[in-house]
């Protein structure tokens, strides 16, 4: 039976909040977490917001041993009122579960872990930073606790959720990034974790960046994993072509991520009437296209840097230059509309939005 009550624990020392202007991504957290456990006893309980502080966990968890976790990535924004704004916190939620089905990892209910975390929102939201283009990051995580040395689904979970205010994930920020096509490691495969957001498939990511990083390059395009033929994502980011007057991405084959921005991006192009197209794209393809003068623009889209342009695609001897290494006008004016409607200062037709309750609605636990 699980218990969803959630009780608070407030810190008795609160820490310096950074300058919001010099923020980095992901280099400081906030006074305080959300934790729950999982048994198979109990199910999911004992929930709570406590102050941030390291976890305590056996050497045996199995998460050390068999990588069985999952998290997810969203933020939280301030709009021209002062008021917290989510962006579809429902979609990362229910994909936190899609994700946790892939990995065996029991499920969650979607309601009170959304009503926790607009709770844990609300007791930080002095953190989020007022700054443009600065956000609060929300990284939940699940990972198998259970110390035992054995390969099966663990019967113990720990839940967390942390926030770090942050700046803008590239340096470069809007401006058009150099990418190169990735042909010797692979991501991910069919069948495999690619569509989950698992942290083994980030940690088989970074030789390739690392190689890259090396020759100046900022990310990697990856194809897919069997005939290196197939464009799949860019980074840790789906892709998208502006080709011609349509816009083409990658399909989602279960080995692609179905990200939230990308949704987004696709329903706003819908909306706009600029045709859209997922479907199955070959960078030799991509290259066809280009010396026909056809691809206009390339960017990646995704939580983090919510639009990237990319102004350099390098495939073996090819060099491919998009837009004169300026930001594209698609780009551009998705990169406004989402940020827009993300702190409040554009109309949302899609109902994406969440407002953090009221401190009296916050109040109503259990």
């Known amino acids: 039976?699980?218990?969803?009550?959630?009780?608070?624990?407030?810190?008795?020392?609160?820490?310096?909040?950074?300058?919001?202007?010099?923020?980095?991504?992901?280099?400081?957290?906030?006074?305080?977490?959300?934790?729950m456990d999982y048994s198979d006893a109990e199910g999911w309980h004992d929930a709570k917001i406590v102050p941030y502080e390291p976890l305590k966990i056996d050497p045996a968890a199995m998460v050390f041993?068999?990588?069985q976790s999952v998290f997810e990535g969203l933020k939280a924004y301030l709009n021209p009122q002062g008021e917290p704004l989510l962006f579809r916190p429902r979609k990362n939620i229910a994909r936190l579960n899609r994700s946790n089905e892939r990995l065996c990892i029991p499920t969650l209910d979607e309601d009170f872990?959304?009503?926790?975390?607009?709770?844990?929102?609300?007791?930080?939201?002095?953190?989020?930073?007022?700054?443009?283009?600065?956000?609060?990051?929300?990284?939940?995580?699940?990972?198998?606790?259970?110390?035992?040395?054995?390969?099966?689904?663990?019967k113990?979970?720990?839940?967390?959720?942390?926030?770090?205010?942050?700046?803008?994930?590239?340096?470069?920020?809007?401006?058009?990034?150099?990418?190169?096509?990735?042909?010797?490691?692979?991501?991910?495969?069919?069948?495999?974790?690619?569509?989950?957001?698992?942290?083994?498939?980030?940690?088989?990511?970074?030789?390739?960046?690392?190689?890259?990083?090396?020759?100046?390059?900022?990310?990697?395009l990856w194809l897919d994993g069997v005939e290196k033929r197939?464009?799949?994502?860019?980074?840790?980011?789906?892709?998208?072509?502006?080709?011609?007057?349509?816009?083409?991405?990658?399909?989602?084959?279960?080995s692609i991520l179905s990200g939230i921005t990308r949704s987004s991006v696709i329903q706003l192009l819908k909306h706009w009437g600029i045709s859209v197209r997922e479907s199955k794209i070959t960078i030799d393809e991509l290259y066809q296209e280009y010396q026909k003068g056809n691809v206009e623009e390339v960017f990646g889209s995704g939580t983090a840097a919510v639009i990237s342009p990319i102004g350099q695609l390098d495939w073996n001897d090819h060099k491919m230059f998009f837009n004169n290494g300026q930001t594209g006008k698609l780009s551009k004016e998705l990169y406004e509309t989402l940020t827009g409607i993300q702190y409040g200062r554009?109309?949302?037709p899609f109902n994406w939005i969440e407002k953090v309750a009221t401190q009296q609605t916050m109040n109503k636990v259990g």
């Open 1 to 35: 039976m699980e218990n969803r009550t959630l009780r608070v624990f407030k810190t008795m020392s609160y820490r310096e909040k950074p300058n919001s202007e010099e923020l980095a991504f992901g280099r400081t957290f906030t006074d305080h977490m959300f934790v």
């Open 65 to 67: 041993h068999y990588g």
């Open 113 to 154: 872990l959304l009503h926790a975390l607009k709770q844990l929102i609300y007791i930080e939201k002095e953190w989020i930073p007022k700054a443009d283009g600065t956000s609060l990051y929300i990284r939940p995580m699940i990972i198998s606790t259970e110390p035992f040395l054995g390969v099966a689904p663990s």
């Open 156 to 220: 113990e979970y720990k839940l967390v959720i942390i926030l770090s205010p942050v700046g803008a994930y590239y340096k470069e920020g809007i401006n058009p990034i150099k990418i190169a096509v990735e042909n010797d490691f692979v991501r991910a495969v069919r069948g495999g974790t690619g569509e989950a957001k698992t942290g083994g498939n980030y940690a088989s990511s970074l030789k390739a960046q690392e190689v890259a990083g090396k020759e100046g390059y900022s990310q990697v």
């Open 230 to 254: 197939y464009i799949e994502e860019v980074g840790s980011m789906n892709v998208f072509f502006k080709i011609g007057d349509e816009v083409v991405t990658p399909e989602l084959n279960g």
């Open 346 to 348: 554009l109309n949302d």
